[in-house]
């Protein structure tokens, strides 16, 4: 099996998917400390292996860790396996964390509260949404991409890069960067069945 | 809001990477909050990260890690986090977070001239800075492209360029080498709000703009 250079292996160990996303709704529904626990053991690892691919300090990675972890506590009654799988939801916290807690300010996020905030049309039905956001064919297609659009969308993930620190770093014109971007993108979400 | 220009994919990717300076996030969050299209192109994007932090390599966190965090949920009492109160001042024109950060009346702002019956006002400090530009009826912006990442969105009024016709709630998100000259609509002023991200340096469009205004 090809792997994106670097991110390690693609066959997982421990719960499956679909068990994972159980684990989250007993913490939700049964504020199951068992199932916090067992999600714990599953993600603080690959939390705090995502964080230090940066270069953050072992310390930093581990209060990054700490703070994803309790946020997943708190706010596990907004998780939707409907809407995103376990490990895309506790992406956005930990992402959402590292801005806090590294550039100390908070990141800027819609409020579904607003008045004026659009809900999702009634159109974009459970199985649609499911099935776009699907890991395994996100997996799937980023194996397929070439190296360049690989390393710009693991220096945008990984790295947190601005494109401009993007086109720095690699000694590429801007343009270049999010052309890059954008096709690399394009194909992920060709390969889940977004042709819009 | 009936939205017709919306951030491009690029900036979207990096919204969801984490990647995206503050004041570019507070326009693409503040559009998100009227798109359900580029929300849902947005939790794509996002699966991207999960699918990374699905397959990183994981790194063994320290003894004792799993206790603390069950230490503070313990002494978690509620989790549910108070909204803060509504005070009524803030701007209706746009949704949050944008909409939050202005106040209800513009006008309140301190705004100063930059030439050709354009105005310009800041918000925020440092990394969250945002800048506004008002434009007086039928007035045109000198012809200019974009250096860094800049996007623009419409607040309130209109401008036509060669693009077309940019309202309120459109965001502007032009490639590197893409030049225009947008021009107001000749019923109101056009305010839009201007983010970049280098906002600490003296590199944006608007200095260029004054620049230009200088040589004329």
Redesign the interface.
Same mark, same amino acid.
């Given at each position: 099996m090809k792997q994106?250079p670097g991110?390690?292996?693609?066959e997982?160990t421990g719960p499956s998917i679909p068990e994972l996303n159980r684990l989250l709704v007993d913490i939700a529904e049964k504020r199951s400390?068992a199932a916090?626990?067992e999600l714990?053991?599953h993600?603080?690892? $690959? #939390?705090?292996?995502?964080i230090?691919?940066s270069g953050t300090s072992?310390e930093l990675?581990?209060e990054i860790? /700490?703070e994803t972890?309790?946020t997943v506590?708190?706010?596990a009654?907004q998780f939707d396996a409907a809407?995103?799988?376990a490990?895309?939801?506790?992406?956005?916290i930990?992402?959402?964390k $590292? #801005?806090d807690i590294l550039?100390r300010?908070s990141?800027?996020?819609?409020?579904p509260?607003?008045?004026?905030? /659009?809900?999702?049309?009634p159109q974009?039905g459970e199985e649609f949404?499911q099935s776009?956001?699907?890991?395994v064919r996100?997996?799937a297609a980023?194996e397929h991409l070439p190296p360049e659009q690989v390393e710009i969308?693991?220096?945008?993930?990984?790295?947190?890069?601005?494109?401009?620190?993007?086109a720095e770093r690699l000694s590429l014109?801007?343009?270049t960067?999010?052309?890059r971007?954008?096709l690399?993108?394009?194909k992920?979400?060709s390969a889940?069945g977004?042709e819009r | 809001m009936m939205i017709r220009h919306h951030p491009n994919e690029a900036t979207l990717l990096s919204y969801a990477s984490g990647g995206l300076p503050t004041a570019l996030s507070a326009i693409v969050a503040t559009h998100l909050a009227v798109c359900p299209t580029c929300r849902a192109r947005t939790a794509e994007a996002e699966a991207i990260g999960g699918a990374l932090l699905g397959a990183v390599e994981p790194v063994e966190v320290g003894a004792g890690a799993l206790d603390r965090a069950l230490a503070a949920i313990d002494a978690d009492f509620a989790g549910d986090v108070n909204q803060v109160a509504d005070t009524g001042m803030r701007n209706r024109d746009l949704p949050s977070p944008l909409g939050a950060m202005l106040p209800a009346d513009l006008d309140s702002l301190r705004w100063w001239p930059v030439g050709r019956g354009i105005r310009q006002a800041r918000v925020g400090t440092g990394e969250a800075m945002i800048r506004l530009l008002r434009i007086a009826p039928g007035r045109a912006v000198p012809q200019h492209s974009h250096g860094g990442h800049e996007m623009t969105m419409i607040v309130s009024g209109s401008y036509t360029d060669e693009i077309g016709r940019f309202m309120p709630g459109d965001v502007v998100d032009l490639d590197p080498e893409v030049t225009h000259q947008p021009v107001s609509d000749a019923d109101t002023d056009c305010i839009c709000i201007i983010a970049t991200d280098a906002p600490l340096e003296f590199t944006g469009w608007v200095p260029r703009l004054m620049q230009s205004l200088v040589r004329v």
């Amino acid at each position: 099996m090809k792997q994106v250079p670097g991110s390690g292996s693609f066959e997982t160990t421990g719960p499956s998917i679909p068990e994972l996303n159980r684990l989250l709704v007993d913490i939700a529904e049964k504020r199951s400390r068992a199932a916090f626990a067992e999600l714990f053991s599953h993600f603080a690892p $690959r #939390i705090k292996g995502f964080i230090m691919r940066s270069g953050t300090s072992e310390e930093l990675a581990e209060e990054i860790v /700490q703070e994803t972890m309790v946020t997943v506590w708190t706010k596990a009654t907004q998780f939707d396996a409907a809407r995103a799988g376990a490990s895309t939801w506790i992406f956005t916290i930990a992402r959402n964390k $590292r #801005i806090d807690i590294l550039r100390r300010v908070s990141r800027p996020e819609p409020d579904p509260e607003d008045p004026m905030f /659009q809900p999702d049309p009634p159109q974009s039905g459970e199985e649609f949404t499911q099935s776009r956001q699907d890991q395994v064919r996100v997996r799937a297609a980023l194996e397929h991409l070439p190296p360049e659009q690989v390393e710009i969308v693991r220096l945008s993930f990984f790295d947190s890069l601005t494109h401009s620190e993007i086109a720095e770093r690699l000694s590429l014109p801007l343009g270049t960067v999010k052309s890059r971007l954008r096709l690399s993108f394009r194909k992920i979400r060709s390969a889940l069945g977004d042709e819009r | 809001m009936m939205i017709r220009h919306h951030p491009n994919e690029a900036t979207l990717l990096s919204y969801a990477s984490g990647g995206l300076p503050t004041a570019l996030s507070a326009i693409v969050a503040t559009h998100l909050a009227v798109c359900p299209t580029c929300r849902a192109r947005t939790a794509e994007a996002e699966a991207i990260g999960g699918a990374l932090l699905g397959a990183v390599e994981p790194v063994e966190v320290g003894a004792g890690a799993l206790d603390r965090a069950l230490a503070a949920i313990d002494a978690d009492f509620a989790g549910d986090v108070n909204q803060v109160a509504d005070t009524g001042m803030r701007n209706r024109d746009l949704p949050s977070p944008l909409g939050a950060m202005l106040p209800a009346d513009l006008d309140s702002l301190r705004w100063w001239p930059v030439g050709r019956g354009i105005r310009q006002a800041r918000v925020g400090t440092g990394e969250a800075m945002i800048r506004l530009l008002r434009i007086a009826p039928g007035r045109a912006v000198p012809q200019h492209s974009h250096g860094g990442h800049e996007m623009t969105m419409i607040v309130s009024g209109s401008y036509t360029d060669e693009i077309g016709r940019f309202m309120p709630g459109d965001v502007v998100d032009l490639d590197p080498e893409v030049t225009h000259q947008p021009v107001s609509d000749a019923d109101t002023d056009c305010i839009c709000i201007i983010a970049t991200d280098a906002p600490l340096e003296f590199t944006g469009w608007v200095p260029r703009l004054m620049q230009s205004l200088v040589r004329v």
